[in-house]
């Protein structure tokens, strides 16, 4: 097979094509949990949020942060969708799903566990879908 310049041309773009979708990904997935489907950060872990934060602020900050790790977003990360990015009290960024910022476990020991749900009187919730 002859390659031309409109072959290589195509083939670009599909790249490209392929490049932007990869880049525009979600922070998060939705997966199954031992409490049914739920968001997972990229190991497959389960994602909470937490009752305290409000107007997109997490107040989760120190020792909370330690047991509840954010779910980190790059200095340059732009909101899309139902997500956007807080900015952490020590400047660090996190995403948040429709406004929630969002935070994993450190006793969920493997992906689907979701032994967070409804820690302390119910201020840590599973984050669904």
């Given at each position: 097979?002859?390659?031309?310049?409109?072959?290589?041309?195509?083939?670009?773009?599909?790249?490209?094509?392929?490049?932007?979708?990869?880049?525009?990904?979600?922070?998060?997935?939705?997966?199954?949990?031992?409490?049914?489907?739920?968001?997972?950060d990229a190991k497959g872990m389960?994602?909470?949020?937490?009752a305290k934060d409000a107007d997109?602020?997490?107040?989760?900050?120190?020792?909370?942060?330690?047991?509840?790790?954010?779910?980190?977003?790059?200095?340059?990360?732009?909101?899309?969708?139902?997500?956007?990015?807080?900015?952490?009290?020590?400047?660090?960024?996190?995403?948040?799903?429709?406004?929630?910022?969002?935070?994993?476990?450190?006793?969920?020991?493997?992906?689907?566990?979701?032994?967070?749900?409804?820690?302390?009187?119910?201020?840590?919730?599973?984050?669904?879908?």
């Amino acid at each position: 097979m002859k390659t031309t310049p409109l072959r290589i041309l195509i083939a670009s773009g599909a790249l490209l094509a392929g490049l932007a979708t990869a880049f525009a990904a979600d922070p998060a997935a939705t997966a199954d949990t031992s409490k049914g489907k739920a968001l997972v950060d990229a190991k497959g872990m389960s994602l909470y949020t937490f009752a305290k934060d409000a107007d997109g602020k997490s107040m989760c900050n120190g020792q909370c942060a330690t047991n509840w790790p954010p779910l980190a977003a790059s200095a340059d990360a732009k909101a899309m969708g139902d997500w956007s990015v807080v900015t952490r009290d020590d400047g660090g960024k996190q995403w948040a799903y429709k406004g929630k910022p969002l935070y994993a476990w450190v006793k969920d020991a493997k992906p689907g566990d979701a032994t967070g749900d409804g820690f302390l009187n119910g201020a840590w919730s599973l984050a669904r879908p």
